[in-house]
């Protein structure tokens, strides 16, 4: 395996030969990016993904029959750290490469790694998951979709919200209700389905931020063959907490990220501000205050992912480690936000090219309650932790051996 240090060296010159370095004012709190032509996005994404692929800087961790490297976890998030500082339009793939692909892998039978790994990678699919729904977002086993079997098929009929990136998507992460005799986590499938069939409706979602970055989708009578079943039946909640791992992991990284460049973000920021303003507005000590317990906390989020890091270099799977990062990233970016508006004074109420840093700081506060519920929400962060790592009693959990039909919410 080839070493890490080397590894970074290859990957530095690898990027600097075929990559842009990103503006010294990109704003590490900007959540959602929105694409004005989506459609010239998705098509330089896929360009992107593929000179990835066909250069070896994507799938690092996985397995080498199925188009990765092989390499260790560290090996990825070093990639990770040395790309986010060049303009590479590949976060698209995200949702399958970071939850999609590893739960195949895990999961997965020998023909549907086949089917789906290389694709996923070259950029050729993208996928989308499909968890939540209006009345199953933080108790995600309380899922109401159904999915009846039809001879050699599943009929699907049911609605999902939230879900990013729907109405580009090729593939669906799905979970579905297979058997309402059985408790809520019992009676659950795992199915991966073709998005561009009929009997799927997708429909955008209006951001406060004016984007659409979220869709809500309809299923009627959609069908799913015998092969997009990911797992036996019934063990949907099984699976579906491998992409929520991968997910949290996921996020967790992207807060090591955030918590290197966030606070040299603000002293750009507050640098603008005092030019724009005669230093009036950074004179203020208590806004001085704000800037330090920001630097202070993104070191906080840095040394946790790190901490990380250290855990994936000896073996361990992360469990616990991903919400407590995924909950330091919520609060970090809450905090960059809010203070980047107030450091740009009157020029806060922009979104434009006349505000600060062309309105990043105003897309950023709109934007950042998203995060506080993708990945699970704050509070289910602090049960995991409070139950897994602090030892603190459960939650009542009163429906958890009650047949899902007879659960008085969900009839």
């Not at 009542?396 to 051996?401: F, G, I, L, Q, T």
């Amino acid at each position: 395996m080839i070493e890490v240090a080397a590894f970074r060296e290859a990957a530095r010159a690898w990027l600097e030969a075929n990559a842009e370095p990103r503006a010294g004012d990109d704003n590490p709190a900007v959540l959602f990016l929105e694409h004005g032509d989506e459609d010239a996005w998705i098509a330089e994404s896929r360009r992107w993904q593929r000179r990835l692929f066909e250069a070896g800087w994507t799938g690092i961790t996985w397995p080498e029959e199925y188009g990765g490297r092989g390499l260790s976890p560290v090996h990825q998030i070093v990639w990770q750290v040395e790309s986010s500082r060049y303009q590479i339009p590949t976060e698209v793939f995200g949702i399958g490469i970071g939850m999609g692909g590893p739960t195949v892998i895990a999961w997965g039978t020998e023909e549907q790694k086949q089917r789906w790994l290389r694709p996923m990678l070259r950029g050729d699919e993208i996928w989308c998951q499909m968890f939540s729904e209006p009345n199953a977002g933080s108790d995600v086993a309380g899922v109401q979709t159904r999915a009846v079997p039809d001879g050699d098929e599943w009929v699907v009929n049911g609605q999902k919200v939230w879900t990013s990136g729907a109405h580009y998507s090729k593939w669906g992460m799905l979970i579905a209700r297979t058997d309402p005799d059985l408790p809520k986590h019992r009676g659950l499938t795992y199915f991966v389905i073709d998005m561009e069939q009929p009997g799927v409706e997708v429909r955008p979602l209006r951001q406060m931020t004016g984007g659409a970055n979220f869709t809500e989708v309809y299923f009627t009578d959609a069908r799913i063959p015998a092969d997009g079943l990911l797992g036996p039946p019934g063990s949907g909640w099984s699976v579906a907490v491998t992409t929520l791992m991968n997910e949290r992991t996921s996020i967790g990284a992207a807060g090591g990220l955030a918590g290197g460049t966030g606070p040299a973000a603000l002293r750009r920021l507050a640098a603008e501000a005092a030019e724009r303003t005669g230093g009036a507005l950074v004179a203020d000590p208590a806004l001085r205050d704000r800037l330090a317990d920001v630097a202070i906390r993104s070191r906080v989020v840095e040394l946790h992912a790190a901490r990380i890091v250290a855990g994936l270099e000896r073996g361990d799977v992360p469990t616990a480690e991903g919400s407590i990062a995924k909950l330091l990233l919520t609060d970090l970016l809450e905090r960059i936000a809010t203070l980047g508006v107030d450091l740009s004074g009157p020029y806060g109420a922009l979104a434009g090219r006349d505000a600060l840093a062309g309105g990043q700081w105003s897309q950023a506060f709109l934007g950042y309650p998203g995060m506080r519920i993708a990945g699970g929400t704050d509070q289910i962060m602090r049960n995991v932790i409070g139950e897994r790592v602090l030892g603190l009693p459960g939650e009542p959990r009163a429906d958890r051996d009650v047949p899902f039909r007879d659960i008085p919410a969900n009839r």
